[in-house]
């Protein structure tokens, strides 16, 4: 798989729950498999590396409310809250009882909450550079959040370069073009302009000060898997979240940023395809 591959795969089926319409497809045979995309990416971040496993596992993606081609409404609770108790709901209606997740940025705090405050189970779990312990946010989310509606008032194409540069920011390989756009893309529009500011101003650091306390109960087989070079959330955070959770593996990766999908696709992928294995044979 080439660095900065972009897949096309969208998500093709619809979840209505509290309002919010949630954008999904699955596809593969064997053991089910659930991928969480974090901020501001979208489950196409994921779609190439779920595509490679399908071959041996049933590979779900969704996107949450509030990106990629979920709702984007007005007023809408995108909040970490929101979306743990989302993902529980989302996997009773789906019927996996014990899936495998495999969670990205704030997909990690995502699926953390719903499985410690909502009652869902897992198979096995892998954080990948996930938003889990505070602090997190950089200097610029923090801007931004503090002064959302004078950002969200920008010009169409100021918003557009800033959502590129700071995207940019994520890789430590550089972006190719095709994958740049697939990143931006969602939050253009009058739509994805307004859902990109909203979800920064609803980010609060309470929904994982809530649930940091409690990493020592995990149950669930954990892996956690990060690029060496991310500077959105740095590689220190993987000692301490691997330290934190009983049992927890944990594979750095060289010369990753925090899009480690992009930066190193073929490494990424065969550490989760080695854990997936793992707990096969487990």
Known sequence: MPRGTVCTVEPDREFVWEGHRVRWTRGGHGPPVVFCHGTPWSSRLWAPIATALSSGYEVYLWDMP?????????GADVSLGTQGRLLAALLQHWELPSPHVVAHDYGG???????????ARYASLALVDVVAL???G???FRLVRENAGVFAALPPPLHEALVAAYVRGASAQGLPAAAERMLVEPWTGPAG??????????????FTDEIEPRYGELDVPVRVIWG???????ADRAHRLAAAIPGAGLDLV??????????????L?????????EREVA
């Open 109 to 119: 705090a995502v699926a953390l909450r719903a499985h410690l405050l909502h009652g």
């Open 269 to 277: 992928t065969a550490s989760l395809l080695r854990w997936l294995a």
């Open 134 to 136: 505070a602090p997190w």
């Open 228 to 234: 060496e070079d991310d500077t959105w959330i740095p």
């Open 138 to 140: 950089s200097d610029f």
């Open 254 to 267: 060289p010369g990753a940023g925090h899009l480690i999908q992009l930066d190193a696709p073929e490494a």
């Open 193 to 206: 302009q307004a859902a990109f500011y909203r979800q920064i101003a609803q980010a609060d650091e309470r």
């Open 66 to 74: 509030g990106y990629g081609r979920s709702s984007m409404d007005d």
